[in-house]
Nanobody
Framework: QVQLVESGGGLVQAGGSLRLSCAAS????????MGWFRQAPGKEREFVVC???????YYADSVKGRFTISRDNTNNTVYLQMNSLKPEDTAVYYC?????????????????WGQGTQVTVSS
């Protein structure tokens, strides 16, 4: 069982930056692939980025070059650094964990989800 708690969301102006954190419980964190998804009002949840246990990464085209995912296996935390934010990045951001990097990357499904943190980018 893995529990995920996101933090770091907030209100930022377009062009600004935010760093989201996702703290995971459990002693097997390092074995899980981790990912970030987001859901804007009235839209379906969409994939943002994922990272494997070995730190391979895969980004959605919409965030490439602006967002960076990283993980700290010592502290059971995954981060999402978001730069050059745009109003269309406004959404609830969810942290996810899955034993399979390929499943996160390919099917955008995950075994565990966090509660989400709101990111609002004003124009």
């Amino acid at each position: 069982q893995v529990q995920l708690v996101e933090s770091g969301g907030g209100l930022v102006q377009a062009g600004g930056s935010l760093r989201l954190s996702c703290a995971a419980s459990g002693r097997t964190f390092s074995r899980y692939a981790m990912g970030w998804f987001r859901q804007a009002p009235g839209k379906e949840r969409e994939f943002v980025v994922c990272i494997s246990w070995s730190r391979s990464t895969y980004y959605a085209d919409s965030v490439k070059g602006r967002f960076t995912i990283s993980r700290d296996n010592t502290n059971n935390t995954v981060y999402l650094q978001m730069n050059s934010l745009k109003p269309e990045d406004t959404a609830v951001y969810y942290c996810a964990a899955d034993p399979s990097f390929q499943r996160l990357m390919g099917s955008h499904k995950a075994a565990y989800w966090g509660q989400g943190t709101q990111v609002t980018v004003s124009s």
